[in-house]
């Protein structure tokens, strides 16, 4: 055994050192691909609000590092750009008592997402962000296909949604 070891130690470094080689460069790869900035982000919801409309988005950062978001912009067909409100700003309130006859009503304001927003690695969240739209083109684009840019301090992101297949649940009592 040792003999064979001592006649092919050459064939042996070489094989070695190829595998550190290849496991090397292979967590590079992994490494640089886990750093990539990865967000997903979905449309669940569109409501008309004071002056302008509010939709209920849900982000979820898919990436080891955190991700700041900015602002959203909405591009409507004909080109024109409708960003999002970047102070928190009241947009309605919830009543909900759990049972009306006995119980004591509670209202909570509910107030639009204040921008930057930060997302830890991994994590997913739930906004409320209020365009400021004139009243003529609301109904006109939440029957359209926009398209949404995402600001955020690594890469802007986009993607078109068709407003006039996000659901229509009261989340909001406006």
């Known amino acids: ?3 064979f070891l001592f006649d092919n130690k050459d064939a042996i470094l070489y094989f070695i050192s190829g595998a550190a080689f290849v496991m090397s460069t292979f967590q590079t790869i992994v490494y640089i691909v886990r750093k990539l900035a990865k967000i997903k982000f979905d449309v669940l ?12 988005f849900r982000f979820t950062n898919l990436s080891d590092l955190p991700i700041s978001i900015h602002s959203i912009d909405i591009i409507a067909n ?3 750009t409708y960003s ?3 102070l928190k700003e009241w947009i309605s309130e919830r009543y909900y008592p759990k ?3 006995t119980d004591i009503p509670r209202t909570e304001r509910v107030y639009s997402t204040e921008f930057p927003t930060n997302l830890d690695s991994y994590q997913s969240s739930m906004n ?3 365009f400021e739209i004139p009243e003529k083109t609301i109904s006109k684009l939440t029957n ?4 949404i840019i995402i600001h955020t301090n690594r890469r802007n992101f986009s993607k078109r949604v068709n407003l006039k297949r ?9």
């Open 1 to 3: 055994m040792t003999k």
């Open 45 to 56: 919801n569109k409501e008309s609000a004071f002056s302008g409309i509010v939709l209920t």
């Open 78 to 80: 004909d080109g024109i």
């Open 84 to 86: 999002c409100q970047l």
């Open 99 to 101: 049972f009306p006859e």
């Open 128 to 130: 409320f962000v209020k």
């Open 144 to 147: 359209e296909n926009v398209k």
């Open 166 to 174: 996000v659901n229509l649940k009261p989340t909001l009592s406006l």
